[in-house]
Every structure is written in C-alpha cells, then in structure tokens.
C-alpha cells in the first residue's frame, strides 16, 4: 500500500473517530482543548506508525487506546507536579486531581457528555455551533468557516473562547440529571437543529443549499437517537432532519435557483429518507407516552407533506391543527408565521392576510424577509398585483441570500 494511501486512511478514520477519541481524553483530564490536544498527539502518532505496521483491524479502538494512555500520562505529570509542590512547601493548595477511571468500553457515554459540554448553555449560539462541528462533526476550522459563512479567523476565536469559558466556569464533564437535563436536552437539539436549518435554506451566500451542514446535523442526530433512545424528541428531531432532507434534491434546479414547494417534482423526494423519518416519527410517539415536543410536532407537519402524492392532496387543515398545537406549545412569531401560511391553504388567502398584519409589528419579524414575502403571496393570490410587487421587492432587499434575492425579484417582476 503507498504511503499517500495510508496517510488518506488515516485521516479519514480519524474525521470518523475523533469525536469518540476527544471524549475518551475528555473524560479522564476533563477539558475539552485538553482533550483535543491529546486527540491530535494521538493523530501523529497514528500518521507516524501505521506506514510501517498497516493500518489496524480496529484503527478507532487503537487511537482510542492511545488517546486515553497519554491522558492518564497527563494527569499523573499533573498529581505528580501538584505533590511536588506541596513538598517543597509552596503553601498551596492544588486542586485535585480527578479520579482516573477504569478502563472499560464505556465510550458512547463518554460521547454523550461531550455533546452535552459542547451544547452548554453558558456558550453562545455561534460558539455551540463551532465547537460542536469541530468536536463532533469532525470538521476543521476552515470548513466550519466555509460552513457558517464566517472569517476563519473569527471561528478560531470562537472556538478558543468557547473552550476557556468551559474551563473557567467548570463545566463538568458529565450528562445532566433530572431537571436539569431536560434543560441542557434542549440546548443540544437546539444546536442540531440550527445546523441543520443553516444547511437547508443558508441565510447568507450565493447558495441556497448546504448539503455538508445538512448531513453534519443528520449524522449529530443520529447518534443523539442511539445514545438516548428513551428521549421522544431526539427522535422527533431525526425524523423532522430526515423529512426536510428527504426534499433536498427538489428545492433546486439546475442552475441552483430555488423551487417552490408548489413547484418541485415530488418524484425527485428521497423515498428511503421519508421512510426513515416516518419510523423515527412513530419511535417518537411510542416514547412519548402521549406527551408530543415542538420536533415532533413539526415532523408531523413535514409527514403531512410527504404523504401527499401531489401539491394538490396535502392536508392543509391538518397542518393548521398541528401549527395550533405547536404555537401553544412553543409561541413564537415565525411558527404564528408559518401558520398563516397553512391558515391560507385551508381558509384562503384574505384570513391569512389578517393574521399576517397582525404580526406586522413584531420586532423579531422587522427584518426577516419572509414576512413581506408571504405577504406578497398573500396580495397576489387576492389580486393585489402592485401592494404583492412591493412586498417581493421588500423582502428581496432583506435577504442576505443571493439566490432567494433572485426568486423574489423574478416574483416581483411577475405581478
């Protein structure tokens, strides 16, 4: 085998792996940069040895126990330092060290607390995101860069900051209990699903789409469902990632111009990810116990669209109920939004408008562009060719996406 070869294994076992070899480091020295340190020294070493003696049956296992053998070298460098400085009569007093743990094969759990200590709350939303896809998607700091839309440089910092806010507010590497974990859940498939979003209608750029994003989240998810199989919404988010994915390869054309739901080729729809999404959607309910979380409710709503064979057959009274259900759970003004929308479909276009202008003044909608351009959909459908040509033309100049720009121009120029 050329070396060139090996060195491509490498990496690519390792883009798998890291995830697992950050947590096992993580969980014996107990910080993230640490851990991520070790992961690296572990990455060498594989780059260093597996030319000579090919790459092994179980590389992930091998880095794993490499990783985990330099970090309990660290912290016994670091009680044996913390000893010495006791001896020598520093009057100080070291905090201890933690408690080295047995080598067992506990790694999914030690997975679990990563992407709970990467979702913490005491980061911001940009930070979350950074540090999750470079801890958990495996992805360097220049992709996440390309990823976010974001300087490289501004995403490094990020990515620092968020690790020494971790370390000096203590963060403990472990999975909530009780209240708080329903809390801290809640953050983590907030960051999932914020990736996910970003992937599938990109708020900025030139492309709608961001497939790299959407199938980061997808793979996030996916291992939230093995690890937490007893959580309903997990798998509610699976299954609302798996739907809106399943449409992916129809909201564009071609020349990657976006195409409206109305519009797109349901036969273009992955078939085995609607099915997947469905299954996760039914794992859903069975674990909800006849409690339904705001995922599973708006993966109810995407099975409504993948069930109607055409635009035409979509139960829209339905999507309305479950809009009700979800705004009552969750009140926000883009779900009070997106409502009006369904309140079209199955009311008519006058109804929904009344809705809409009543959301008019909502200071977290005064710059989101699809307010005027639902709007605009709205004053089109009832003949209001001018009022809907303006609203187009608002919310062409409201969106940082290029793409959506053009729809919404090509859309004003129609009336």
């Known amino acids: 085998m050329e070396s060139y070869t090996v060195d491509e294994t490498i990496e690519t076992v390792f883009r798998i792996e890291s995830p697992r070899v950050i947590a096992a480091a993580a969980r014996i020295v107990r910080d993230v940069g640490r851990a991520e340190e070790l992961a690296q020294d572990a990455l060498v070493a594989a780059l260093e040895q597996w030319p000579h003696t090919g790459i092994p049956d179980r590389p992930g296992a091998w880095l794993i126990a490499t990783v985990r053998n330099r970090a309990v070298d660290v912290v016994r460098r670091d009680q044996t330092y913390a000893r ?8 100080l007093e070291p905090t ?19 992407i709970f200590v990467a ?8 930070a979350r995101i950074a540090l999750t896809l470079r801890l958990l998607g495996g992805l360097t700091t220049a992709e996440i860069a390309r990823a976010v839309l974001a300087p490289e440089s501004t995403v490094a910092q990020r990515i620092v900051r968020a690790k020494r806010t971790l370390a000096a507010r203590q963060v403990p590497f472990e999975v909530p209990v009780g209240p708080d974990r329903a809390a801290r859940l809640s953050s983590v498939l907030e960051v999932v699903y914020l990736i996910f979003n970003e992937g599938y209608s990109a708020t900025a750029g030139d492309d709608l789409l961001r497939p790299g994003l959407c199938e980061d989240a997808l793979r996030l998810a996916r291992v939230l469902s093995a690890l937490m199989p007893d959580e309903p919404e997990v ?36 078939r ?9 959607l039914q794992r859903a309910g069975l674990r909800g116990h006849g409690r339904v ?4 409710v708006q993966a109810a709503i995407a099975a409504c669209h993948a069930r109607a064979a055409r635009y035409e057959d979509t139960d829209w009274a339905t999507i309305t109920a479950l809009y009700d259900r979800l705004l009552e759970s969750t009140p926000s003004p883009v779900v009070a939004l997106n409502r009006a929308v369904a309140v079209s479909m199955a009311r008519g276009p006058a109804v929904a408008l009344e809705i809409v202008d009543d959301l008019a003044d909502e200071p977290a909608l005064r710059d989101y562009h699809l307010l005027p351009s639902v709007r605009g959909d709205l ?37």
């Open 84 to 91: 010495k400085l006791v001896e020598i009569g520093r009057g």
């Open 96 to 114: 201890p060290a933690p408690e080295l743990p047995a080598d067992t094969d506990d790694i999914d759990d030690d997975l679990l607390r990563l």
């Open 119 to 126: 979702c913490h709350p005491v980061l911001s939303t940009p």
């Open 235 to 270: 798998h509610g988010l699976l299954a609302l990632l798996y739907l809106q994915a399943s449409r992916t390869g129809a909201r564009v054309d071609a020349d990657g111009t976006p195409v409206l739901l109305a519009d797109q080729d349901r036969g273009r729809w992955n």
């Open 272 to 280: 085995m990810l609607v099915r997947l999404g469905m299954e996760s």
């Open 293 to 296: 979380g705001p995922y599973s």
């Open 379 to 415: 004053l089109s459908r009832l003949g209001r060719d001018g009022d809907a040509r303006a609203e187009f033309e608002r919310a062409a100049a409201l969106t940082r996406n290029a793409r959506e720009r053009e729809l919404l121009l090509r859309r004003a120029q129609r009336e």
